[in-house]
């Protein structure tokens, strides 16, 4: 979704030859995990600005929906095209590369291949055996190593050869993307799709940085690049913001979390079952229990802890949540709960604007304890002190939960344990306009620890 250090584009543009820009929007493929509600939101909004980007260097956008080979093969054909160039991005639900490219071939179409959606080809870090690393802080150290290999970014070209005849095309609206219902006005009012957008984001991030490894774990603060849903949609690469911010004071640990994100797509690459299934088989004997009550406070953020459900608004309302956050809601349905990762991790998928499957599959996993390199199941979050750490004012929670505005802050991520006059004061009534909690953290934890040892005893 971007002009700029397109490695496709470049190498089509290398040819001399006219370029068609393609978008394909297949999603017809059987196994495929079809994008959520919010993602679709962003992605018909940044093909908006990508048609006007192409249109303003004398091109344009086919836009095409169907099967990848057959639409491929017949739009090649149209256009007497001999050679498709396209970047690959890690999704085990879609065609493989190879597989589509021997279909072409077949007919007589080269499928050329690029990968800058990653900053290292998955499958390029390897470890002293030649395997995949399963820790992080050694796959970090192995990047740092080979961070000369990290491509500069390449400019956006100053003019793209139009087609003399362009072939026939969707518009972006023939898609359906966009909600029949318009519930996106949150979602809208807090972002902007598009490759502008995102390299307007990275520039007013860069000051930024010398605070972010104090600040990026405060959801109450702007501490972090909320540059995810742009990297996720490839409307900035991350070779771009490697090299506009390494180097500059404090870029370290910024750059360890663009790792977590090459982490994370180069385990799927390497493990596409964990889509679904946990990395540690052990997991496949946990007794979760499916509770959908129980799933549904969650969900709509009525659950009584205030952290999680502020969390779960802010999500909801626009599209995104802190990582922090991430972690803590995360945590509290897989062991306060005791519902699936994977339930948590579908209603991610369907709500957040920068669903991933990488990351979001991997940050399940670390969060359930069932995945590589994860926090340990036995160790469980308490909301209350975890809202009271990393929100100390209660300033996230009154921004997301009105209705506890006026609660000081040493009883706001406790509402339940708060003087009753204070709580009236406030307007707060329990079990009226402020749920209870849904689960009592001591008998939770006590719970999760039981399902725990049930699954070890299972698993011998
Ligand atoms: P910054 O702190 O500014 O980090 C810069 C970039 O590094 C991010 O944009 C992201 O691409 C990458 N990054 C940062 N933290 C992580 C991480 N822990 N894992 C992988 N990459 C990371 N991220 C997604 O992009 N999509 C998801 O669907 C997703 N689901 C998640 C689910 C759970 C349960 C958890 C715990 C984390 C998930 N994350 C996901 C990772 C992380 O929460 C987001 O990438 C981050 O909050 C995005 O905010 P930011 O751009 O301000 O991050």
């Known amino acids: 979704m971007r002009l700029g250090d397109n490695a496709a584009l470049a190498a089509a543009l290398a040819t001399g030859l006219p370029v068609i820009p393609i978008f394909l929007w297949d999603s017809e493929h059987d196994n495929a995990i079809a994008p959520g509600a919010a993602s679709c939101w962003w992605l018909h909004h940044s093909l908006l600005r990508l048609v006007q980007s192409l249109q303003a260097h004398g091109s344009r956008l086919i836009v095409r929906r169907g099967p990848s080979a ?20 890690v999704n085990p639900t879609a065609p493989s590369d190879t597989s589509l490219a021997g279909r072409l071939r ?37 990047c740092l190593n080979q961070r000369a290999s990290i491509p500069a970014p390449l400019d956006a070209p100053q003019h793209i050869p139009p087609s003399p005849s362009w072939p026939r095309s969707l518009t972006v609206a023939d898609l359906d993307l966009e909600p029949r219902i318009d519930w ?9 799709p598009g490759e502008a957008a995102a390299l307007s984001r990275l520039q007013s991030f860069r000051p930024s940085l010398t605070e972010y490894a104090t600040e990026r774990d405060r959801p109450d603060h702007e501490g972090s690049s909320r540059l995810s849903p742009h990297l996720h949609f490839g409307e900035v690469s991350p070779a771009r913001i490697w090299h506009s911010l390494a180097g500059c004071p404090g870029a370290e640990p910024y750059l360890r979390q663009l790792a977590w994100r090459e982490f994370a797509h180069h385990l799927l690459s390497e493990y596409p079952h964990t889509l679904q299934q946990p990395f540690q088989p052990q997991f496949r004997h946990f007794p979760w229990r499916r509770n959908r009550r129980l799933l549904r406070a969650w969900q709509k953020g009525r659950t009584g802890y205030p952290i999680v459900d502020a969390a779960m608004r802010e999500l909801w309302t626009t599209g995104w949540m802190h990582n922090r956050a991430r972690m803590i809601v995360a ?3 897989v062991k306060h ?5 994977q339930d948590g991790a579908a209603w991610f998928l369907d709500t957040l604007v920068d669903a991933d499957l990488a990351n979001n599959t991997m940050g399940w996993q670390w969060v359930a304890g069932c995945g590589v390199d994860a926090a340990p199941y036995f160790r469980i979050f308490n909301p209350v002190l975890q809202g009271e750490k990393f929100d100390p004012q209660g300033d996230y929670v009154r921004r997301w939960l009105p209705e506890l505005g006026a609660l000081p802050a040493e009883h706001i991520h406790q509402p339940w344990n708060a003087p009753p006059l204070v709580r009236t004061a406030a307007g707060v009534h329990l079990d009226s306009n ?5 689960v009592d953290h001591a008998q939770a934890r006590a719970a999760a620890l039981a399902a725990l040892s049930e699954m070890k005893a299972a698993a011998r």
Do not use: K, Y
């Open 331 to 333: 945590s509290f349905l």
């Open 70 to 89: 057959l639409t491929l093969a017949a739009l090649a054909r149209e256009t007497e095209s001999a050679r498709i160039f396209c970047n690959r991005v």
């Open 434 to 438: 402020w749920p209870l909690p849904i």
């Open 184 to 192: 996106a006005a949150g979602i809208r009012a807090a972002w902007s």
């Open 106 to 142: 077949a007919e007589g179409i080269s499928l050329e291949t690029c990968t800058p959606s990653l900053l290292f080809e998955p499958g390029s870090i390897r470890n002293t055996s030649g395997g995949p690393f399963q820790v992080f802080t050694p796959f970090w150290r192995a």
């Open 337 to 341: 709960l005791l519902i699936p990762w």
